[in-house]
């Protein structure tokens, strides 16, 4: 059975010694954060996802939702008992406005909360997931009407949220979305079509289930510019607020899918089902944005929250498992074989894992604390860098951080041997489960266009001329730190081939839009190894200044981030020297020529 | 439901046009084999593997095989009726000794048909495979009498054979093998133990199975220098040589795996059955790598016929699928979107996966041109070198064309978006039954020291350094093409780095043995590399004699790998300088400090 131990240290040494939240007091919430309350909260945390919600992953894959034929449907027994615990703990409002009963604590934390559940229960952890983005989305452009109606319920978690955005004909483009809203005379609207590959849509975990969906007023614009948001409850509301008649909108079919068997991904059919519009008409787009920028953050998170738990049980096993001798000779005579720990290749491919995944959190809680920043600051111009941050990164976050996590999770399978292909040992799950992040919240070719196309030319370039600022300044007041050398070098290398990459995408990718497509993914693999070369630059400070003290906790930072400069940063050469060749070749083939 | 058409034109090109087989006509079998003769069996087994195999691949996933309570197992249907017709268009016998029934055409033709059913069905594709494997090793070893009672039935498939090797307590390390053989008086031995992961160990579609199996006679050396192999038929030949008495070997149950259901991966139970020593007592282990090497070299093929199926089904999907605007302007001004093939990101994975898939193919073929002549050759010269390049680089192929095969179907169901996700799509299986080939027959980090721990060092150097300076006289040769021009850069610049890396390893593997295991993955993909690079450059170099020719296929050929050359070749730079680091900080935490 797969274990799952929440890296509580690793958590710890990121909020209190990389990212000090406790200099930032003067936020709301943050001085209810002391390190004792976060210390407090890491640990019940941990024990339990440890104790309920990761025994409940195999049983999650194995069993799976199910459909019936009243269109209800059944999560994997057990997952509804976790659900209720996972609300009464208060896992899912921590960084929920206290206005609507949530605890108001920084995102920061709930990051480091949320990772818990998605290392132990990808499939569990999507239901609160998909309900935090629509929240989002209610919070952003919800009237104070439709926030006191909906928030308090989904912040308790009484009631879920989904996302109703891909129909058969579209995915990406959502300009060619077709489901209709009809607008009736009490203000409300029918709406009519049918979403497809809806994670959450239908459930027994919750009393209510509220759908943000996505759809054309009659008569409106052809293309993006014509579609509204609708808030669409499964139960229209009574009177008192509460669940009252059922809507007519209902799960067709539940997807057979390569993982996260435990989350139902519906068919969902809106059959002249009752609703409300939010936000402003054909403006629909706007609020998804927002909802999907900061839920694309935490798909990155899933990506090293994957590859953790592949990586822990990776590390049991290559410490556990006997066979074969030390190349530089026997260091266990007592028993029939060395573990497979001894020898460098299965190091290489945990080492591999674990300087990924430290770094990928150590990103991902520095991005967490810009959403923090640009939602609370009362300082401008901290509040623009963080939002220039967050838009910035978010890409990068999503789309390296995934793939780099399913890597993880395939060379933690790897280390298992044949044992990695026999599913009771749980490695084939962790990869089946991880690899939809590539895909959802769009695709991560997606994110890389989203990089070079939207966020690089934002604002003059203003948020990667103050992110490489940033970079430059943290190189030129360390450049005394000799310790600190190695990590300094090899950032200012990878930041010169990153800035070389955004200098050619100026010069190359008017001339031929093309260009920019054709570097997209290799200029975004640039970045994020740039990006996760500066957290780990930031760790390794932290971590030289306090190696003297009696915690082994900071060599062992020090030597993975070593080892993160030598064995994984050298690949950023090759993404520049790729992505310099332009689109030529990679345009010239006719499509029958393939 | 996917499709699979076989590469045809592709096999044609490498078998006619690089290989020159024709060449090769003084070799036994290899005079039958005309381009008409090759032409006529790549047409005919391209339109069975099409027609009647490929519909039988989702099939297999879904229905996967049965242990019924007396131990018997049923394939998947449609599977036992599929391989009598395999058997019958003589598939499975096409190099195999002419001696025994086989048809004794050239190893390479074999190749491209045992191509086209692993891409149509890699578990379907394994019951002939280990059965190739079993007739090498007693071809290998095996007495006259034994090879007369075993080879003939098994060259026509009417009998299949199995490898077991693996334990609960032994894979990769043999030495540690406990299942045992008692003498008996009459000759034979009482062969006890268990044996798992295997493949066809137990199935509806033959007569008899006849299981090749690793055990320790009592009183042996301990370790690796105690095991002795023994034929283990599942029914004991009556007077006649036909199957009679049932022997007491049994299934004592099936693995679930993450793919290749189709294929019945079984505990075997020896519970004192009759077995036949094999060859020399205690020198098991020769045998063991006689059939090993030259099933390593199949298991690579499996890696490109991964990455081939799920590339043509990438493509149509790229093709057909409407979504977004090309960036450079519509294309398909009368289509609600273009196809999404228009957009780079989306060619990328698709030119990824083709470049290296058609790479890969070529070194397989080379390579499979090398084992022909290994047996064949009369002239000791070539029949060395050829046993030179064979050793040298089965490991490099049976690594890097399966980690590169596996990634090239993780890109193309990439391009399937969420689709790549449903199962129905068939994505999910392309890459669910592909993973096995990076782990099994050797997992690939033992492949990785295979290549520098015994292949570099053997016969002081002879293999590598042939197969440089064979390198060096190609590009010597041509040197003034100017066509071919950046594919002799290219590959100069690769095997520059790669002699870098071989001669690093010289100098510090010595020292510390462990720089050698931790070299060893980046030292396998430099070289695999520089391999494409080489076979690259050779194709191209015919693509470009050709090109004025009426034939669109030439020109796709250079652009192909032209996008080789400057889309993944760069990557050798990154592997040479993450491997010049040494074992110093990979090997540097204790264990319990991971």
Known sequence: MP??????????????????????????????????????????????????????????????????????????????????????????????????????????????VNEMTSSANHSFAMYPGLSAGAMRAIHAVGSDEQKQTYLPKMTTGEWTGTMNLTEPQCGTDLGLIRSKAVPQEDGTFKISGQKIWISAGEHDMADNIIHL????????PDGIKGISLFIVPKFILDENGEPGTRNAVSCGGLEEKMGIHGNATCVMNYDGATGYLIGEEHKGMRAMFIMMNEARLGVGMQGYAASEVAYQNALEFAKDRLQSRSITG????????????????????LMDTKAFTEGGRALTYWAALQEDLSHKSQDEAEKQKANDYMALLTP??????TQKGVQGCQDAMQVFGGSGFVEEWGMSQFYRDARISMIYEGTNGIQALDLVGRKLMADGGRYWQTYFAEIDEFCSDNDGNADLKPFIEGLMKAKGELLEATQWLGMNAMANPDNAGAASHDYLNLFGLTALGFVWAQMAKVAIEKQGEDDPYYKSKLITGKYFVERILPESSAHLAKLKTGAETMMALEADAF
Chains 1, 2 share one sequence.
């Open 213 to 220: 969906v996505l759809a054309r007023i009659e008569g409106a």
């Open 3 to 112: 274990i799952y131990n929440a890296p509580i240290r690793d958590m710890q040494f990121l909020l209190h010694e990389v990212l000090n939240l406790q200099n930032y007091s003067n936020l709301p919430g943050f001085a209810d954060a002391t390190p004792d309350v976060i210390d407090a909260f890491l640990e019940e945390s941990g024990k339990w996802h440890r104790d309920v919600l990761t025994p409940l992953n195999r049983v999650g894959d194995l069993e799976g939702c199910k459909r019936h034929d009243d269109g209800s449907v059944t999560t994997p027994k057990g997952f509804r008992q976790a659900y209720d615990q996972f609300r009464e703990n208060g896992f899912g409002s921590i960084a929920q406005d206290p206005e609507y009963g949530g605890q108001g604590l920084p995102v920061v934390l709930a990051y480091a």
């Open 396 to 401: 990068v976050i999503k789309a390296y951080l």
């Open 330 to 349: 026997t260091k266990f005579p007592d028993k029939p074989a060395d573990p497979i720990i001894v020898h460098p290749d299965v190091r290489r491919m």
